[in-house]
Nanobody
């Protein structure tokens, strides 16, 4: 089974920065996508950023475009989310997810809390 472990969450002030990391382990022939999602109470989980594992193509939610950057290390099976110019509305539990089928994100990390104070 694929295992995902996030790290790097914490408490920061507005306009500050955090870097989240996700370490993936497990046997798989190919990684299609890895992404970062976030969830707050009363809201459904939303995609924040995603990266195509082979091409490096990226996707960003409009709310974070220009502030967040997703990167991957193919050799190490890790993905990072650099979060700059943080806003209080970025406060959420952030989850790392992996798509190893080309169809859906089937593997999820345990989540890491990001709290941005004003």
């Amino acid at each position: 089974q694929v295992q995902l472990v996030e790290s790097g969450g914490g408490l920061v002030q507005a306009v500050g920065s955090l870097r989240l990391s996700c370490a993936a382990s497990g046997r798989t022939f190919i990684w299609y996508r890895m992404g970062w999602f976030r969830q707050t109470p009363g809201k459904e989980r939303e995609v924040v950023a995603a990266i195509n594992w082979s091409t490096g193509g990226t996707y960003y939610a409009d709310s974070v475009k220009g502030r967040f950057t997703i990167t991957r290390d193919n050799a190490k099976n890790t993905v990072a989310l650099q979060m700059n110019s943080l806003k209080p509305e970025d406060t959420a539990i952030y989850y790392c997810a992996a798509d190893v089928s080309g169809w859906k994100y089937a593997y999820w990390g345990q989540g890491t809390q990001v709290t941005v104070s004003s």
